[in-house]
């Protein structure tokens, strides 16, 4: 069974940076779609960034030209790399994977961006 497991969340100043880092064990898949999503209290869940096998990423409007994802297929990792964060960005981060049938997500990590 597959695991996602993020880390790197924290407590930052605004303007600050964070990289948070999802790891994925278990079964072996070949995910075509990795990504991030975040979920702020009385928000829905939004992606924040995604990223295809071929290294095709899509951003949020909200944070292009700050936040850039990455992925290594062969350790099955996916990468957010946040700069110049902002109170906005405080959130609930969420690792997500999408392989042929099904999608995981992991537990979330907490990113709070103080002012």
């Known amino acids: 069974q597959v695991q996602l497991v993020e880390s790197g969340g924290g407590l930052v100043q605004r303007g600050g940076s964070l990289r948070l880092s999802c790891a994925a064990s278990g079964s072996i898949f070949r995910f075509t779609v990795m990504g991030w999503y975040r979920q702020a209290p009385g928000k829905q869940r939004e992606s924040v960034a995604t990223?295809?096998?071929?290294?095709?990423?899509d951003y949020a409007d909200s944070v292009k030209g700050r936040f850039t994802i990455s992925r290594d297929n062969a350790k099955n990792t996916v990468t957010l790399q946040m700069n110049s964060l902002e109170p906005e960005d405080t959130a609930v981060y969420y690792c997500?994977?999408?392989?042929?049938?099904?999608?995981?997500w992991g537990q979330g990590t907490q990113v709070t961006v103080s002012s």
């Open positions: 990223i295809t096998r071929g290294g095709i990423a």
């Open positions: 997500n994977a999408r392989a042929a049938i099904s999608t995981y």
